[in-house]
């Protein structure tokens, strides 16, 4: 069973428990109490696994953690500071720009200078071993350190352009300077947020930044990128930690200017920067390049011999779990248990090369469920979105060639919901026995409502993200009055179609302390549902990506009980995939610019926004006390 979510993973095996108990799950993500001895971490424990099999894989970890040992050692070595002296100059410089240098000195000691270089050009005339022959001669490397010293620009220099240079490239970020009136860290710089994807073995991450050293686009994102310390009398000093910053082509322009006295000091700083990331990159391809190709092979081992581990443990299961990531991971696994049978959910949410990466080359019967009227696969590159189409899911192309069944009847939402998607599922039934526990909420007149404005959103303060503060106002008002009429906040879901207003709502929720409320983007809620839904759309000047008939599905069949709409009817019914959804509710009378608000026990009064006020005199369940005020 492949899945593309953890949560959808959990629920398909908890449900398979109910007429198989040989389930296994594949993958550390799970949650899920009932799945819990049955995850294959846990099934290890008591599986017998023959002693030579233990003994290899002992071994090879333990000859890994040998090589990760080393490697660090290595890596250590080459974060140390470097020295941009006179051994670093005449190694990276040519010939003719040392020559130049010790010709065109235009200090004002320049006379006496360029009588100690007698001995250096005399050895740069003959070309007899050049450069190694400059720093050997004791008079030439004295000169040619003067020559430096008074060459380089100072610490300052590094400090300005390093700060301009502060933004994202293809390669790195530097991310903090140190020295003379220079901050030692970049308060700006922040990690990735984690994603929800299945946990690596910490070796084969490890193989992943030693192969990325190999490439020449490693980073440490723990470590400073450039350190720059002050002038010493020796020569100048400052630390390189990664080999690499951003290139630029007036950079690289900069190792062919031969007379380096011409170049300004933000153009030497510039020109030292490049100096140093080549000479450490041929340290880094040095130094690395063995661990490379013996890391690779140890890990290979281990991935086999985990995967034989692996197999041992399911080898008598019926049903076997896993996410496509873990799939992914597991693909020797997969083939060592050669299953005839796949059975992918979520199918319409997967990419169609993620799939087929992961099907077993004997598989006999693959069988993909999922709804492809919902949410496609997620494409980063528009290029391949529009003129590829790449978010089609294998699912979505075969359904169209391929005989299929599909579900005549749901089982989650109250009857009247199915209409706002009648328009997408024409067929579509509802199973009356399952749903007519879902009742809706009785401080509301209907069960559904679209509560219409054109109050204009707004460019999020945090991202380029949209926000829109009224449509905030409202839903936390229709929050409140729920939780006023004893709704738990479990119970209630916030979906946006827009990440700005999404955190518009979580910090109003929390300014609040109401706590324990759902709040998701529309995206991320696929698969999901609860009782109550609150969907803020945020856009009344322009559709954006709400012009999307999958979103529009997903945001309309998430709730059970209650399902209520903030947004311009206007725009949305205006001709897009919204138009019969807002033609719904206008000819039900669901649609206004104001919301409606009932008491549950005066049915038919008119409430303001602190509830009702008509005296009740009815008992509280709680205590028995007679309630004055409703």
């Not at 207003?501 to 549902?529: M, W």
């Not at 309309?556 to 019914?573: D, I, K, P, Q």
Request: with cysteine.
């Amino acid at each position: 069973v492949l899945t593309y979510k953890n949560h959808a993973l959990d629920q398909f095996l908890e449900d398979c428990l109910e007429f198989c108990s040989d389930v296994v799950r594949v993958g550390g993500r799970s949650t899920n109490e009932a799945l819990r001895e049955k995850n294959i971490h846990e099934l290890k424990r008591s599986t017998f696994i023959p002693d030579d099999l233990r003994r290899e894989l002992r071994d090879t970890r333990r000859e890994l953690d040998e090589l990760k040992s080393a490697f660090s050692s290595v890596m250590q070595q080459l974060k140390k500071s470097r020295l941009f002296d006179l051994d670093l100059f005449v190694e990276v410089a040519t010939i003719s720009q040392i020559s130049r240098m010790c010709e065109s000195c235009p200090s004002e000691d320049a006379e006496s200078v360029r009588k100690s270089l007698k001995t250096t050009r005399a050895i740069i005339d003959r070309r007899i071993g050049a450069k190694q022959a400059l720093i050997v001669n004791a008079d030439s490397r004295a000169a040619l350190s003067t020559l430096l010293r008074a060459w380089a620009p100072g610490s300052e220099i590094f400090s300005t352009l390093v700060t301009t240079r502060r933004g994202p490239s293809p390669w790195n970020s530097i991310v903090g300077v140190e020295g003379k009136n220079s901050a030692s860290e970049n308060p700006g710089h922040r990690h990735d947020d984690e994603e929800d994807t299945e946990n690596v073995y910490e070796e084969r991450m490890v193989g992943q930044d030693i192969a990325g050293l190999k490439a020449g686009q490693w980073r440490d994102p723990q470590q400073g990128f450039v350190s720059m310390k002050h002038v010493k009398p020796s020569g100048i000093t400052f630390s390189l930690s990664i080999p690499y910053l951003p290139e630029y082509e007036e950079d690289r322009e900069l190792t062919t200017v031969n007379n380096l006295w011409d170049l300004t000091l933000e153009q030497r700083a510039r020109l030292i920067l490049v100096w140093m990331a080549r000479s450490t990159e041929e340290d880094v391809h040095t130094e690395v390049g063995d661990f490379v190709d013996r890391q690779s092979q140890k890990l290979s081992e281990l991935n086999e011999l985990e995967a034989q581990v692996n197999a041992t443990v399911i080898e008598h299961a019926s049903v076997v779990g896993m996410t496509t990531t873990g799939a992914a991971i597991n693909a020797a696994l997969i083939n060592m248990i050669s299953p005839k049978i796949i059975i992918v959910e979520e199918a319409a949410e997967i990419l169609e090369a993620q799939l087929l990466a992961v099907l077993p080359t004997d598989a006999q019967h693959l069988i993909m469920i999922g709804d492809h009227q919902q949410l496609r696969p997620q494409v980063q590159c528009d290029v391949l979105k529009r003129s590829h189409k790449m978010d089609v899911s294998m699912f979505e192309r075969l359904i169209k060639r391929l005989p299929h069944n599909q579900l005549g009847y749901q089982c989650r939402m109250r009857e009247e919901f199915v209409e706002l998607i009648r328009p997408l599922y024409p067929s579509l039934g509802t199973h009356h026995e399952l749903v007519k526990q879902n009742t809706a909420p009785s401080c509301i007149a209907t069960s559904m409502f679209f509560w219409t404005h054109t109050n204009h959103e707004q460019q999020s303060e945090h991202s380029r993200s949209w926000k829109n503060p009224e449509e905030v106002r409202r839903i936390i008002q229709v929050v409140q009055w729920l939780l006023q009429y004893g709704y738990e906040t479990k119970k209630i879901t916030i979906l946006t179609s827009y990440k700005g207003q999404l955190l518009e709502i979580r910090s109003k929720l929390k300014q609040l302390k109401i706590e324990g409320t759902v709040t998701s983007t529309i995206d991320r809620y696929q698969g999901d549902e609860n009782d109550i839904v609150l969907v803020s759309l945020v856009r009344t000047s322009k559709l954006g990506f709400l012009a999307e008939p999958n979103r529009m599905c997903v945001a309309a069949s998430r709730a059970r009980c209650g399902v209520y709409f903030f947004g311009n009817a206007v725009l949305l019914g205006s001709g897009c995939c919204w138009k019969d959804l807002i033609s719904h509710m206008k000819s039900n009378k669901l649609c206004s610019t104001s919301f409606p608000f009932v008491c549950p026990v005066h049915v038919g009064s008119r409430v303001g926004r602190d509830g009702c006020t008509l005296i009740c005199n009815g008992l509280i369940s709680t205590c028995g006390h007679v309630c004055q005020y409703c």
